[in-house]
T-cell receptor, first 111, second 114 residues
């Protein structure tokens, strides 16, 4: 989910559903990826990261999948809760460069 | 640890005025980043420091913007003179490792220039 112009892509789910947030990254040389969560009025918060030599990494209720062939990253959230409502950003890095952030996807969880 | 601390949380100023944003990074972190966030452009890196030394300021939009880090526990981002197009949320983040891995963000300063 990269945004275009003023509108963030939005994913609306019901509480308890599994959520999948997608990110298309731009640089085939990127070797490290991070997902951040940003709640309203707060700074981005680290969720999970993955290196390019992996294709899957799991955390608590979250899984990141990396498909380098199509330059695609996804974040799966299991049993989504209202507290998961936020904007989710993917970020990529090449070598010793700094992180480049995507524009984010808004996740709305309804009870 | 209190995390990254930013002040003020909100700033409203008139065009032409000087604005100073402040940041205290997490103790022990060697890297400090300043970002600007807008709906149109998303999260943009303005400048980052390593051990108090500016490493890359290529994201600073123009000479009206300047940043300093006089010591390991304090940094400022100054805009002089401010313009309405500078209105955004400014984040400070710090990082322990080579500056490109997990970054810890502050709560941000919402700047409105009228």
């Amino acid at each position: 989910g990269e945004s275009v112009g003023l509108h963030l892509p939005t994913l609306s789910v019901q509480e308890g559903d599994n959520s999948i947030i997608n990110c298309a990254y731009s640089n085939s040389a990127s070797d490290y990826f991070i997902w951040y969560k940003q709640e309203s009025g707060k700074g981005p918060q680290f969720i999970i990261d993955i290196r390019s030599n992996m294709d899957k990494r799991q955390g608590q209720r979250v899984t990141v999948l990396l498909n380098k062939t199509v330059k695609h990253l996804s974040l799966q959230i299991a049993a989504t809760q209202p507290g998961d409502s936020a904007v989710y950003f993917c970020a990529e890095k090449v070598g010793y460069s700094t992180l480049t952030f995507g524009k984010g996807t808004m996740l709305l969880v309804s009870p | 640890d209190a995390g990254v601390i930013q002040s003020p949380r909100h700033e409203v100023t008139e065009m032409g005025q000087e604005v100073t944003l402040r940041c205290k990074p997490i103790s022990g972190h060697d890297y400090l980043f300043w970002y600007r966030q807008t709906m149109m452009r998303g999260l943009e890196l303005l400048i980052y420091f390593n051990n108090n030394v500016p490493i890359d300021d290529s994201g600073m939009p123009e000479d009206r913007f300047s940043a300093k880090m006089p010591n390991a526990s304090f940094s400022t981002l100054k805009i002089q003179p401010s313009e309405p197009r500078d209105s955004a949320v400014y984040f400070c983040a710090s990082s322990l490792r080579r500056g490109t891995y997990e970054q810890y963000f502050g709560p941000g300063t919402r700047l409105t220039v009228t």
